[in-house]
């Protein structure tokens, strides 16, 4: 266990819908990222946030958005959803510059 | 920006054998570069990690050697093992609080 948590474990929902992913960094991580991991690909970074302040933005489509709240856990909103958005969606938190991942979210668009 | 290229893709070894996994990296910026091991839909776990200070680093079977010089970077697993099956990703990053670049990944076979 990383210490990282994410919430839910699994989602699924329709093209067009919106979600949003949940993260909680371990205990006095002040970095969170989040990455997308398609079916048998790497892991991309979409954004990170350091102690509520965006930090630096990957490959993160315009339809994705986060944010990272004063108890430093994160959200990841995800609106008008398309079948190729379906992932498993990583956070990770960091001190210094170790990283921990959380078990992620898989999303399934149908 | 940061590019990370990892070898072999895929990568198929007798058990007790070693194994070793290659990446080489673009910005010379780079000084920390971790390894993580992920099984089939669990995160992906850090296994080891070095600096750029540090010529090579090990951790009882997994080794990782970095070759400032030429940016690259190498795990060595030795006395593999069936449960050493995993896809494994070779990271790095220029700074404390950044994004890591990853490797695409390699896909390690341990066959008793």
């Known amino acids: 266990d990383s210490g990282v948590t994410q919430t839910p474990k699994h989602l699924i929902t329709a093209t067009g819908q919106r979600v949003t992913l949940r993260c909680s960094p371990r205990s006095g991580d002040l970095s969170v990222y989040w990455y997308q991991q398609s079916l048998d690909q790497g892991l991309q970074f979409l954004i990170q946030y350091y102690n509520g302040e965006e930090r630096a933005k990957g490959n993160i489509l315009e339809r994705f958005s986060a944010q990272q709240f004063p108890d430093l856990h994160s959200e990841l909103n995800l609106s008008s959803l398309e079948l190729g958005d379906s992932a498993l969606y990583f956070c990770?938190?960091?001190?210094?510059?170790?990283?921990?991942f959380g078990p992620g979210t898989r999303l399934t668009v149908l | 920006g940061e590019n990370v290229e990892q070898h072999p893709s895929t990568l198929s070894v007798q058990e007790g054998d070693s194994a070793v996994i290659k990446c080489t990296y673009s910005?010379?910026?780079?000084?920390?570069f971790p390894w993580y091991k992920q099984e089939l839909g669990k995160r992906p776990q850090l296994i080891i990690d070095?600096?750029?200070?540090?010529g090579e680093k090990k951790d009882q079977r997994i080794a990782v050697t970095l070759n400032k010089t030429a940016k690259h970077f190498s795990l060595h697993i030795t006395e593999t093992q069936p449960e050493d099956s995993a896809v494994y990703f070779c990271?790095?990053?220029?700074?404390?609080?950044?994004?890591?670049?990853f490797g695409k990944g390699t896909r390690l076979s341990v066959i008793a």
């Open positions: 070095i600096r750029s200070n540090v």
């Open positions: 910005d010379s910026a780079s000084n920390y």
């Open positions: 990271a790095a990053s220029t700074s404390g609080n950044t994004p890591l670049v």
């Open positions: 990770a938190s960091s001190v210094d510059q170790q990283q921990f």
